[in-house]
């Protein structure tokens, strides 16, 4: 879930199997989430709550995500030994 801080107001839910990880971009315009199950990361609009991308390539479960310091990568690591 996404909520407004100061109203406590449920803004976005974000869907998805075990959301293992979720990290918003520097800027707050993005949260990526790392999807257990499914061996895959999503990137969202924390404003609209709109899927923007699907990451997918590793073998195991998705443990981690973050954003590089500029926004402009993302690493996932999972349990297939990989990030």
Same mark, same amino acid.
């Given at each position: 879930?996404?909520? @407004?801080? %100061?109203?406590? %107001?449920?803004?976005?839910? *974000? %869907?998805? &199997?075990?959301?293992?990880?979720?990290?918003?971009?520097? @800027?707050? =315009? =993005?949260v $990526?989430?790392? *999807?257990?199950?499914? =061996?895959?990361?999503?990137?969202? &609009?924390?404003?609209?709550? =709109? *899927? *923007?991308?699907?990451?997918?390539?590793?073998?195991?479960?998705?443990?981690?995500? %973050?954003?590089?310091? @500029?926004?402009?990568? $993302? $690493?996932?690591?999972?349990?297939?030994?990989?990030?």
């Amino acid at each position: 879930f996404i909520f @407004d801080t %100061e109203t406590n %107001e449920l803004l976005h839910t *974000l %869907e998805g &199997d075990i959301i293992r990880c979720c990290n918003f971009s520097k @800027d707050s =315009r =993005r949260v $990526v989430t790392a *999807l257990m199950l499914n =061996r895959i990361a999503k990137i969202w &609009d924390a404003f609209t709550g =709109r *899927l *923007l991308l699907t990451l997918s390539g590793h073998t195991g479960w998705v443990i981690a995500c %973050e954003f590089s310091p @500029d926004g402009s990568l $993302v $690493v996932t690591a999972s349990d297939d030994g990989t990030a």
